[in-house]
């Protein structure tokens, strides 16, 4: 079974469009703006999928092409199996929300090996990051007004998530500079100890 992915899922939409090489599938990914939210800065990456997307027999080798002083390039097309797999993958993923395991989280649920200052320091730096980013994006969206909402859709999203995010982080670093939230070596053994021993009485 082909594992699904984001870049798997662009190749398979694209070919279905019409048959092309990898670099035009690249170029039209960033032309419309989806390498916002599939990665194809890494050109190695759509070539291994598209290797892997090939030996399962989603798509097949049309034909080979060579333009004047350039490399042959392979142009690529749907297979009947490639297309039923991309209507399977793109159904699954728009009905059936997933469990990703972000790094952010992750590092947030141990947040107590930095010191409360430390913290607040790295949540500013990212209070600034999100904010610029989301000025990004407007500028972004502000330049491609003409264009119907259909192909902004996922940018929207994208802005939504970093309009919410921006709003948490921010209220985290108001918490640690009020010092409402905070933590100290001492608390933490006290917090360990007290739940070894809620633990102990459960078992």
């Not at 947040?111 to 600034?128: C, H, M, N, S």
């Not at 502000?142 to 948490?168: G, H, Y």
Request: aromatic share 8%; net charge neutral; hydrophobic share 40%.
């Amino acid at each position: 079974m082909t594992k699904r992915s984001p870049i798997g899922l662009a190749i398979l939409t694209m070919l279905y469009e019409s048959p092309m090489h990898p670099y035009r599938m690249q170029q039209l990914i960033k032309e419309r703006g989806k390498d916002e939210v599939i990665n194809v800065s890494q050109r190695a990456s759509l070539y291994q999928t598209i290797n892997r997307l090939e030996r399962d027999g989603l798509i097949a080798a049309q034909k080979v092409t060579r333009d004047e002083n350039r490399p042959e390039r392979t142009v690529y097309e749907l297979t009947e199996l490639g297309q039923r797999l991309m209507f399977e993958w793109m159904r699954e993923i728009l009905s059936t929300p997933t469990k990703d395991f972000p790094e952010f989280p992750a590092a947030l649920s141990f947040l107590a090996v930095l010191t409360p200052k430390d913290a607040q320091r790295q949540l500013e730096k990212r209070v600034a990051a999100l904010d610029a980013e989301l000025k990004r994006i407007d500028a972004e969206l502000a330049k491609v007004t003409f264009l119907p909402r259909l192909f902004l859709l996922e940018i929207e999203i994208l802005r939504e998530s970093l309009v919410t995010e921006l709003k948490w982080v921010r209220s985290v670093v108001e918490a640690l500079r009020s010092g409402e939230l905070t933590w100290s070596k001492a608390w933490l053994r006290k917090m360990a100890a007290e739940f070894a021993v809620q633990h102990d009485e459960t078992e």
